[in-house]
């Protein structure tokens, strides 16, 4: 029996939609292979890694916690991709985010100010936007390939946070920890119920996920973004400039990072410290591909890329398994939703067998 | 004087791993192919070509499965991009988040563990030679091997039939094809030869250069061997200028540490990035330079058609 490959009259919307299903079922089964091969019995990982760390309410507020930064940044990515503008530094925006807000929470005059999470808020994501805006400008002026330079300057934030939070920013009575003192409690999120660390930062997320919603479904301008990104020729026919989708889908993705990492030094972290983001910006990626560059989808995607992780710390703890396994993981999902896109455009077709 | 020598011998040594990797990635674009993977294809290699030596593998041996590691990681992004039609992108960045958790996993054995490095081999009569034998000619095999792959790509490319065959397929796929290359397999051969360079560039770091096994220990050279690529306006003798500059930059820094320059390491550290940046803006405002090489199917799928 043989098989041939032949495009699809039209894309197929059943696979489009089963696309990520699938790649999320055999990312479940090679990971069961994988535990197997640690010598564990694959039904009880699996049930450690995906179960049980939802099982109860505190887990079920740590996967909201954690999807929370991830649908955020998401969004504000997608508006990129959909532009064909691809910022992979949403860790360094995160990042700068992170510590321009914890500066104003630890060094404005009045430390019990109303106004303190609003400014932080601002901070964060206008320092977010602030280290978009250099590839942005980069490449809207001087035609730099902005995937290069949003990756270096990854880098180069993670270099200052941890220059802060070892130098000048470290805390005197923190026993030398890399981390700041603790934000005054004006500058942090109160959690809804202080046995969970859940706070209303994840409202943040909600308006970001409609808002995102309307402007790549309901707005001329998101309308325009997208054209650029999928018939660049037409786009540049029609007046559409690609300065502006530059800019903006740079910026959307900047501040949406910057949120980000305000919320995280503000809400469960309630410091600056190494360690800010277990790798948020980068994971945020593939929910973005996985949620398909849609604001719905992308709930979807940040719910299972937050379980991903969380299914990680737990079978660390539980099983004593490695860590790295989140990050394989998180690739094999995206190496199979990209093989199942595949299917979307074309099919296997059974050759008949010539007599 | 000894301190010019010094630095002339790092730079050269610092800029080894960056020229085996950018090397391959030059030979996968020229073929039209954008694999963004090499800081995943890099570590993947580091980390096995570690774990040979660590077991008592010879080390040509060693840096052998670091080149097939790579090469094994590249054909993964092979598959999705040149068999699937994946986004290019998208296929190098899953291969880049993978590589990194990958090598992770293995290496979490091998933290700080001392390995016996890559032994210098001098060049007889010319490392003998003063001021000059020290600074060009006390190195080990890898870098003598990079010098000539420096060479021997460039002559593949511009002076071979099979090169030209090759830059042809980077430039227009379709006409390849109607005068029966076959595309893909030879886009399937650049690839891999793009893994299994970037999977030596990795051995490097973990068997010569540290030598250790420290995780993510590769810091983001894989992407500045993509930033040298375009440096280079994809000819490889600019490449090796290229290459010698971010080598400079990573001993000056260094140097600077040991010198007690005043300005705290992390901000010192930051400069080959921040290098990085500056030198991709002046390349790249200049359009005219930056097109006359560039493979106009870069990161095009091709499908055969008929």
Known sequence: MRFTIEQRPEPSVTMRLAAPVIATALTLFVGSILFLALGHDPLRAFHAFFIQPISTMNGLSELLLKASPLILIACGLAIGFRANVWNIGAEGQLIMGAIAASGIGLFWPNPDSVLLLPLMFLAGMLAGMAWAGIPAFLRARMNTNEILVTLMLTYVAALVLSWLVHGPWRDPMGFNFPQTALLPPAAMFEPFDYAYRLTPAIFITVVAVIAMWLFTDRSFMGYKLTVGGAAPRAARYAGFRESSAIWVGLLAGGGAAGIAGMAEAAGPLGQLSSTISPGYGFAAIIVAFIGRLNAFGIVLGGLLLSLLILGGETVQITLGMPSAITRILQGILLFFLLAADFFIFYRLRRLKEAV | ?306
């Open chain 2, 1 to 306: 004087m000894s301190l010019f020598i010094a630095i002339v011998a790092g730079t050269i040594i610092a800029a080894t791993p960056l020229v085996f990797a950018a090397l391959g990635e030059l030979v996968v674009e020229k073929s039209g192919v954008l694999n963004l993977g090499i800081e995943g294809m890099m570590l993947i290699g580091a980390v096995f070509a570690f774990w040979a030596v660590f077991a008592g593998l010879p080390m040509p041996v060693a840096i052998l499965i670091g080149a097939l590691s790579g090469a094994a990681a590249s054909l993964i992004f092979g598959v999705l991009a040149l068999t699937f039609m994946t986004n290019q992108y998208a296929a190098g960045l899953a291969l880049a988040i993978f590589g990194g958790g990958v090598s992770a996993f293995i290496g979490r054995g091998f933290g700080s563990t001392p390995i016996p490095s890559l032994a210098r081999l001098d060049i007889p009569f010319l490392s003998d030679i003063p001021v000059l034998g020290p600074m060009f000619f006390r190195f080990d095999p890898l870098v003598y091997l990079g010098l000539f792959m420096v060479v021997a790509v460039g002559w593949f490319l511009y002076r071979t039939k099979a090169g030209l065959i090759l830059r042809t397929i980077g430039e227009s796929p379709q006409s390849a094809h109607a005068i029966g290359q076959p595309v893909i397999r030879i886009r399937y051969m650049a690839v891999l030869f793009g893994g299994a360079m970037a999977g030596i560039g990795g051995a490097y770091l973990s068997v010569a250069y540290t030598p250790l096994w420290v995780e993510n220990m590769t810091a983001g050279k894989g992407w500045i061997a993509l930033a040298l690529v375009v440096f280079s306006t994809w000819r490889p003798t600019r490449l090796l200028v290229g290459a010698w500059l971010f080598g400079g930059m990573t001993i000056l820094q260094l140097q600077g540490q040991a010198f007690g320059l005043r300005v705290p390491s992390e901000l010192l550290s930051a400069v080959p990035y921040l290098a990085t940046i500056v030198v991709l803006v002046i390349i790249s405002r200049n359009r005219q330079l930056l097109m006359l090489n560039f493979p106009a199917s870069l990161a095009k799928p091709f499908r055969p058609s008929g």
